[in-house]
T-cell receptor, first 114, second 113 residues
Framework: KQEVTQIPAALSVPEGENLVLNCSFT??????LQWFRQDPGKGLTSLLL?????REQTSGRLNASLDKSSGRSTLYIAASQPGDSATYLC?????????????FGKGTKLSVIP | DTAVSQTPKYLVTQMGNDKSIKCEQN?????MYWYKQDSKKFLKIMFS???????INETVPNRFSPKSPDKAHLNLHINSLELGDSAVYFC????????????FGDGTRLSIL
């Protein structure tokens, strides 16, 4: 059974700093690894999706990497801004997951201090 | 142009009642999901459904039942509500392939008195 772990649970950084969020998963037989953002009282917004055959994906100031052999993914945020403050969740779809159900980590709560 | 919409946003009710949460998507997706986010913010799949199959997470009590009148809707019915059902419930949808992102609604916060 897939387990997804995110470290740290919370992170506070000054504005402008580059930062890395970590995600690890136990079952490397996955379709993909996805990163989401959740704002308080809101649903999840998909940020990046890395397919099993890919190593990384980039969108603006965000870069996500995937190393299936070690069961790890990282989300790199460059030049952080207060608007980046949110909870970041990683999730994977393991092979055999019916209808491609996501397995989530517990998230990292990011605070960017102006 | 809300892509995935849930109603109500908040639901406060007493133990033992039966309630429903509605979900609609206008993205033309063929697969819809219900997730539960508990008090510790942990998100867990409850159901996934397309026009071919309903897949139920084994840990979901049979008091919970999804009902889909058509491809754009997947409603969640809950019978005999218990205190432990208090949580935020999220609906999501996607195309029925694994490498398409899932789109989430804003959630329904259910509080059981």
């Amino acid at each position: 059974k897939q387990e997804v772990t995110q470290i740290p649970a919370a992170l506070s950084v000054p504005e402008g700093e580059n930062l890395v969020l970590n995600c690890s998963f136990t079952d490397s037989a996955i379709y993909n690894l996805q990163w989401f953002r959740q704002d308080p009282g809101k649903g999840l917004t998909s940020l990046l999706l890395i397919q099993s055959s890919q190593r990384e994906q980039t969108s603006g100031r965000l870069n996500a990497s995937l190393d299936k052999s070690s069961g790890r993914s990282t989300l790199y945020i460059a030049a952080s801004q207060p608007g980046d403050s949110a909870t970041y969740l990683c999730a994977s779809i393991p092979y055999g997951a019916g209808s491609y159900q996501l397995t989530f980590g517990k998230g990292t709560k990011l605070s960017v201090i102006p | 142009d809300t892509a995935v919409s849930q109603t109500p946003k908040y639901l406060v009710t007493q133990m033992g009642n039966d309630k429903s949460i509605k979900c609609e998507q206008n993205l033309g997706h063929d697969t819809m999901y219900w997730y539960k986010q508990d008090s510790k913010k942990f998100l867990k799949i409850m159901f996934s459904y397309n026009n071919k199959e309903l897949i139920i997470n084994e840990t979901v009590p049979n008091r919970f039942s999804p009902k889909s009148p058509d491809k754009a809707h997947l409603n969640l019915h809950i019978n005999s509500l218990e205190l432990g059902d208090s949580a935020v419930y999220f609906c999501a949808s996607s195309h029925g392939t694994p490498n398409q992102p899932q789109h989430f609604g804003d959630g329904t916060r259910l509080s059981i008195l």
